[in-house]
């Protein structure tokens, strides 16, 4: 019965009950030529539960679909700074009411 119990615990706490979809875009700097874009993409695809990345080098920026119960966009911005192109979380409007 505890270990039941326990198990079922566990499965909770892997797999939380109020993970949501989000997405969020970042302004990315130093990105200054063609390869900067993979190298960008590289760094965030690695993180644990991002879905989706689509950078614009014109626009410098970068869209990231991730399961806010795995990722934060704190973790998105660091994992960009460390691989040489600081982030920041561009404020969206057609977000905020999901929140
Ligand atoms: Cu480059």
């Keep these: ?9 566990s499965v909770f ?18 990105m ?19 879905s989706q990345v689509t950078i614009s080098y014109a626009d410098k920026t970068a869209e990231v679909s991730y399961n806010d119960a795995l990722t934060t966009p704190d973790t998105l911005t660091d994992a960009t700074t460390n691989a040489g192109y600081p982030s920041t979380v561009q404020e969206d409007k057609s977000n905020q009411q999901a929140k």
């Design 1 to 9: 019965m505890k270990i039941k119990l326990l198990s079922l615990m």
């Design 13 to 30: 706490l892997m797999q939380p009950l109020f993970a949501t979809e989000r997405s969020v875009t970042l302004d990315v700097q130093n």
């Design 32 to 50: 200054t030529c063609a390869a900067c874009p993979i190298t960008v993409k590289k760094s965030l695809a690695n993180i644990e539960g991002v």
